[in-house]
Each structure stands twice: as C-alpha cells, then as structure tokens.
Nanobody, 122 residues
Framework: QVQLVESGGGLVRAGGSLTLSCTAS????????MRWYRQPPGDQRALVAS???????NYADSAKGRFTISRDNAKKTVYLQMNSLEPEDSAVYYC????????????????WGQGTQVTVSS
C-alpha cells in the first residue's frame, strides 16, 4: 500500500515550536520531491515548503526564516521544523510526495498524507 503518514502535530503556545514528520510506506520504491501544505479552517490548501531529492528547498513567504524542511532519504521521511509559531499558523498540515510506482520511467504519482492538526494559541 502506498501511503504517507504524518505525525507531530498538536497544541502549542505562540512563540513555541513543533516538528512535523511524514514517513512513506515501505512499498514506495522511490521519492523525488516532497512538500508540506497547510489548510486553515475555511481556507484553501497552500504550499508551505518543498524539498527536492537533492535537498534544494523552497518556502512560502510566511514560512521563510521560521520553518525548515528537511528529509532523510534512507528513512523515506520528510520533516518540517516550525519555530516562532503564531496563531495564524494554525491549520491542518499535509505532506505530499512524488512517488515512483515502477514500470515505465515516468510512472510517478503524487501521494498525500492524511494530515495532522497544528493549533497555536495566543
């Protein structure tokens, strides 16, 4: 079964920190790009950060200087270290990844995790 499982969400006070993890199932052969998105209540899902297989990162303006995305390819895991959290960061955080499914060289699909709730109190 091809799946991503997030963990690490929770309730934290403003100014605090959390680290989210997202691990791919063993059945996944190979992963290229990995990303974190978030979706606040009543709002659209938006990209927070991304990281390529080689480690090149990109961040939304709201995340720059506060969040750090990283990955452990051997563990098939992507992390999101979040510092100086603000109430506006409260959202369900989702990871996704471009996963190689085997067969033809271009057989990649984008897989989503189930999401983890982050709530920042003021």
């Amino acid at each position: 079964q091809v799946q991503l499982v997030e963990s690490g969400g929770g309730l934290v006070r403003a100014g605090g920190s959390l680290t989210l993890s997202c691990t791919a199932s063993r059945s996944i052969l190979s992963i290229t790009a990995m990303r974190w998105y978030r979706q606040p209540p009543g709002d659209q899902r938006a990209l927070v950060a991304s990281i390529t297989l080689g480690g090149t990162t990109n961040y939304a303006d709201s995340a720059k200087g506060r969040f750090t995305i990283s990955r452990d390819n051997a563990k098939k895991t992507v992390y999101l270290q979040m510092n100086s959290l603000e109430p506006e960061d409260s959202a369900v955080y989702y990871c996704n990844a471009d996963v190689y499914m085997g067969g033809s060289p271009n057989n990649f699909v984008t897989v989503w995790g189930q999401g983890t709730q982050v709530t920042v109190s003021s």
